[in-house]
Nanobody, 115 residues
Framework: QVQLVESGGGLVQPGGSLRLSCAAS????????MAWYRQAPGKERELVAV???????NYADSVKGRFTISKDNAKNTVYLQMNDLKPEDTAVYYC?????????WGQGTQVTVSS
C-alpha cells in the first residue's frame, strides 16, 4: 500500500481558489487510480473527483467546471485544483489510492470557504 500525505488546505473566501496536493510513496504510483473525497460536518464522505491510471477523469456534479484533478507520475503526486469555491465546498478533503485490492487513504486536509 502507498502512504498518502495531503497538503494545501486552508481558509479561502467565496470565489477563491486552492490547490490540494497528495504525495504518495511507492514505486507503482502510475498504476493507481487516484481520487479526492470530502466529508463535511454531519455528512457522509463523498467522491469529488477521480483519475484512472490511464488518465480518465470523472467529477461529482457539484464540482464539474470548477475543480480539476490531475497527476504527475514523475512526482508521485495527485492534485485537485479548486476554483470558484463556495461555502458548501467546506469539508475535510481526503486523498484516496486504489490498485487491485490495495486501498489507501490520506489523513485529510481541511478546506474552509468563508467570508
Amino acid at each position: 500500500q502507498v502512504q498518502l500525505v495531503e497538503s494545501g488546505g486552508g481558509l479561502v473566501q467565496p470565489g477563491g481558489s486552492l490547490r490540494l496536493s497528495c504525495a504518495a510513496s511507492g514505486s507503482i504510483f502510475s498504476l493507481y487510480t487516484m481520487a479526492w473525497y470530502r466529508q463535511a460536518p454531519g455528512k457522509e464522505r463523498e467522491l469529488v473527483a477521480v483519475i484512472t491510471s490511464g488518465g480518465n477523469r470523472n467529477y461529482a456534479d457539484s464540482v464539474k467546471g470548477r475543480f480539476t484533478i490531475s497527476k504527475d507520475n514523475a512526482k508521485n503526486t495527485v492534485y485537485l485544483q479548486m476554483n470558484d469555491l463556495k461555502p458548501e465546498d467546506t469539508a475535510v478533503y481526503y486523498c484516496y489510492a486504489a490498485y487491485s485490492i490495495r486501498v489507501s487513504w490520506g489523513q485529510g486536509t481541511q478546506v474552509t470557504v468563508s467570508s
